[in-house]
């Protein structure tokens, strides 16, 4: 399945977020949340895409240190959720800190999983991403 599109929603006083309804199929083997690193936003992959991403993270051998900091950064920032019978996701204090999740947030699709935004922060990266398109597009 491709994750495509962005969805509005609000999360509620416990941190959870909605899952697309089109999406929730996908996630019943299992949910991952990771940090977005470098991007202030919660990566959310079903448990099988988690898992090719992770073996992309050790490929580069531990003892390089970029091999380190690289795992790290990925497994340090993940944890194991699931999704409720209403189809949402319980993201952790620590994620919620790490991207500024509170009230209105986008759920982005990314193709192999989809990424949570604070609304406001979306649209000022997407903002900034569209001058960048088209400074490339104008080289």
Known sequence: MLFLGTYPYSMDERGRVPVPPRFRDAFVAGVILTQ????????????????????LYMAEPVTRRSGRVMRRTFFGGAFDAQMDRQGRVLIPPQLRRFADLEGEVVVVGIGDGVEVWDAEAFAETRQAEEAQLKALDSE
């Open 36 to 55: 977005g690193t470098p991007d202030k936003c919660v990566r959310i992959y079903p448990l099988p895409e988690f898992q090719e991403k992770a073996n």
